[in-house]
């Protein structure tokens, strides 16, 4: 049983540019959360996908966009990039959108710095 | 608006003692609530979830209680080891569509030998 895959690990991206960011989720899962953690907060809650429609959105503008794919990995595009985006961003599977029996998994993140 | 609160930001312990963390929440009745260990650089891990008919739940050394009339969940690692140093993130599901989970900032643990 595979895990969450995140990549890429590292990305540095300038002020105005655009970003995709992608997942591979836990084999079996068929739903995708992505979050958002800044230095020495919690993760906040960006969206969630369950068999590739929208399931939920956090407090994040609509320059945040995502996607889900037939085999359940999504992405995480963020346009028009600014200074306050820089954070890692981890995305979590599970089964279901009910919510999850044993917790999330989550990936190792993807680190994004803006500059 | 929903909140989480973990009181500690930081907790230092000695080796073998038992650490204990604590969650609170208000302007909500969470369904159940989850404990996460992060490391540094890492995504979190997911350790616990209990639900809000369950008054404690065990895992080897974990224990939580989770208390609805205090709106509070408590976090217990008993014979504490330094490999239990970690962040540690409690978190409850929040009031909307989907199953988006509302994080607390985190308890950071250091346990010295």
């Known amino acids: 049983e595979t895990g969450v895959t995140q990549s890429p690990t590292h990305l540095i991206k300038t002020r105005g540019q655009q970003v995709t960011l992608r997942c591979s989720s836990q084999?079996?899962?068929?739903?995708v959360s992505w979050y958002q953690q800044a230095l020495g907060q919690g993760p906040q809650f960006i969206f969630q996908?369950?068999?590739?429609?929208?399931?939920g959105r956090g407090n994040f503008p609509p320059r945040f966009s995502g996607l889900q794919f037939p085999n359940y990995s999504s992405e995480l595009n963020v346009n028009a990039l600014e200074l306050d985006d820089s954070a890692l961003y981890l995305c979590a599977s599970s089964l279901g959108n009910s919510g999850p029996r044993d917790g999330y998994t989550f990936g190792s993140g993807t680190r994004l710095t803006v500059v | 608006s929903q909140k989480i609160e973990q009181n500690s930001e930081a907790l230092n312990i000695q080796e073998g003692k038992t650490a204990t963390l604590t969650c609170n929440y208000t302007?909500?009745?969470?369904?159940?609530l989850q404990w996460y260990r992060q490391d540094p650089g890492r995504g979190p891990v997911f350790l616990l979830l209990?639900?809000?008919?369950?008054k404690e739940k065990r895992k080897e050394r974990l224990k939580v209680t989770f208390d609805t009339t205090l709106k509070q969940s408590l976090f217990h690692i008993t014979a504490s080891q330094p490999a239990d140093s970690a962040t540690y993130l409690c978190?409850?599901?929040?009031?909307?569509?989907?199953?988006?989970?509302?994080f607390g900032k985190g308890t950071t643990l250091s346990v010295s030998s």
């Open positions: 209990i639900r809000e008919n369950e």
């Open positions: 084999s079996g899962h068929n739903t």
């Open positions: 302007n909500y009745s969470p369904a159940y």
């Open positions: 978190a409850l599901e929040a009031n909307q569509a989907g199953t988006a989970l509302i």
């Open positions: 996908y369950y068999r590739e429609e929208e399931n």
